[in-house]
């Protein structure tokens, strides 16, 4: 992903500096004296509006890219903190810790992104008392891992009751498969009642179907 905003802000920067010749171009030719001075004059206006607008694409895409960027280096973090836990784990040290909260559950890719954006929580980690996560807490900081957000599972009580949606929009947690049964309220507690929508017509629709009551909504 980070290549890849790379690659689509340097396309948009090289599109800009070419327009940008083109528009010193035409004003020589308007102060030469050139005898088609309003066709020049329309074709510069059409060009600074279409460099304004990739300069607006490039600021869009420079956000994407340091977005990505950052994206990228969590993961990777993660990843570390993550590895380091899932070993004290099958050296039986935290047999209680589970892993993140994302991977111990299964869904469609249709709604691999909506679930993902919607629900930070997933990249929390699982563990089943408080007794566990301040274990991981002090492990973490002892080996300068970084930090991390645990679930408790014995605190999540709630669970994901049967209910009509506007429309029949399907509901996250829903379409979540967890690993095992008992990590369902820790799903429910990551997602609670959000919907999902084909579009964003669909999404606002599906969002103020309901006089007095407001519904969060994904999209695919």
């Not at 645990?150 to 709630?158: H, I, M, P, S, Y």
Request: aromatic fraction near 6%.
């Amino acid at each position: 992903k980070v290549n890849v905003a790379r690659q689509a802000l340097e396309s948009a920067q090289g599109k800009g500096s070419k327009i940008q010749s083109h528009v010193v171009e035409l004003e020589a030719q308007i102060s030469g004296g050139d005898p088609h001075l309003e066709e020049i004059r329309g074709e510069i206006e059409r060009a600074k509006e279409e460099e304004r607008r990739l300069h607006e694409r490039t600021q869009e895409l420079r956000t994407k890219a340091e977005r990505a960027k950052s994206a990228f280096l969590e993961n990777k973090s993660r990843g570390k903190l993550l590895k380091s836990l899932l070993r004290l784990k099958r050296n039986k040290k935290l047999t209680t810790f589970y892993g993140r909260l994302g991977d111990l559950g299964s869904i469609d890719a249709r709604y691999d992104v909506a679930v993902s954006t919607a629900c930070p929580a997933l990249n929390h980690m699982l563990v089943q008392d408080t007794a566990t996560a301040q274990l991981c807490v002090r492990f973490l900081r002892k080996n300068n891992l970084g930090v991390a957000t645990f679930v408790v599972l014995d605190k999540q009580t709630k669970l994901p009751q049967p209910m009509q949606t506007p429309g029949g929009a399907p509901r996250l947690v829903d379409l979540i498969k967890p690993s095992k049964d008992k990590f369902l309220p820790a799903f429910y507690y990551a997602c609670r009642d959000t919907l999902v929508a084909d579009s964003l017509d669909a999404a606002s629709r599906i969002a103020y179907a309901q006089a007095g009551q407001r519904w969060r909504v994904v999209t695919l």
